[in-house]
Nanobody
């Protein structure tokens, strides 16, 4: 079972950048699809990006396409989310999670981390 811990969040001005990391313990990280999700205050958790075990398949939601990049390093059991040109609407708690399927369907993901807060000021 993958047990992830997210780090790298913080307060940044609009147009700035952050890099989130998700360190995952457990021997199944390299065989798991990994995803980033976010939840803004008062809203439902939503899909941000997903990456297949080998990094061969990657998908980002439309609102972050061209600004965010998901990646992973299986030798370090770590998932990343590079976030550039941040906007106030990107403000949310960001979570990583694992799935046995390559999908953006949140119901297929398990082993959620505690999340890391990203706040973008205008």
């Amino acid at each position: 079972q993958v047990q992830p811990v997210e780090t790298g969040g913080g307060l940044v001005q609009a147009g700035g950048s952050l890099r989130l990391s998700c360190a995952a313990s457990g021997r199944t990280f390299s065989g798991s699809t990994m995803g980033w999700f976010r939840q803004a205050a008062g809203k439902e958790r939503e899909f941000v990006a997903v990456i297949s075990p080998s990094s061969q398949s990657i998908m980002h939601t439309d609102s972050v396409e061209g600004r965010f990049t998901i990646s992973r390093d299986n030798t370090k059991n770590t998932l990343y989310l590079e976030m550039n040109d941040l906007k106030p609407e990107d403000t949310a708690v960001y979570f990583c999670a694992a799935s046995q399927r390559y999908t953006y369907d949140i119901s297929s993901f398990h082993s959620w981390g505690q999340g890391t807060q990203v706040t973008v000021s205008s």
